[in-house]
């Protein structure tokens, strides 16, 4: 049983570090873990959840706007805006990056940078998604703790 956990608490170690290797999160994710305390030993993977929930509808507003024309740049803008605001609170860095492309290209009145931009934001959205799911499904395992910590 020991030796189970101990295994587990690694894999939990290594999806968390594989997130920021690869870009997905940024230090804004470690300012929320440590938030994190026995009082509240979900809070993380709550605000995730809760971020998902709200953004979700952002998204499918965004890409009604898309669908009309001619493109409402200034609309398109502040949607993305708070797109961006909600991505960078939890340190979604590969999304919030997309987001400022995207901003860039509204400012631009650049419809197909939009269009390419927003395709990819959907893509780096979904993926942080599925690896942060799995990352809570291990961390959720009893007797786990996952602390904050730098990345390496």
């Given at each position: 049983m020991a030796v189970n956990r101990c295994r587990l608490s690694r894999q939990?170690?290594?999806?968390?570090?594989?997130?920021?290797?690869?870009?997905?999160?940024?230090?804004?994710?470690?300012?929320?873990?440590e938030l994190q305390d026995d009082a509240n030993p979900n809070f993380v993977?709550?605000?995730?959840?809760?971020?998902?929930?709200?953004?979700?509808t952002v998204i499918v507003i965004i890409e009604q706007a898309l669908e009309r024309s001619p493109l409402?740049?200034?609309?398109?803008?502040?949607?993305?805006?708070?797109?961006?605001g909600s991505s960078s609170s939890f340190g979604a860095k590969k999304v919030k990056a997309e987001c400022t492309l995207f901003r860039e290209y509204c400012r631009?009145?650049?419809?197909?940078?939009?269009?390419?931009?927003?395709?990819?934001l959907k893509k780096e959205y979904a993926s942080l998604k599925r690896k942060l799911e799995a990352y809570f499904q291990i961390a959720r395992q009893p007797g786990l703790t996952a602390t904050a910590s730098r990345p390496k």
């Open positions: 939990v170690v290594l999806e968390r570090q594989s997130l920021f290797d690869q870009g997905f999160l940024d230090e804004q994710f470690i300012q929320l873990e993977e709550e605000v995730v959840t809760s971020y998902y929930q709200n953004t979700s409402d740049f200034d609309k398109l803008d502040s949607y993305m805006y708070q797109l961006k631009a009145k650049n419809e197909e940078g939009c269009m390419r931009t927003f395709q990819q």
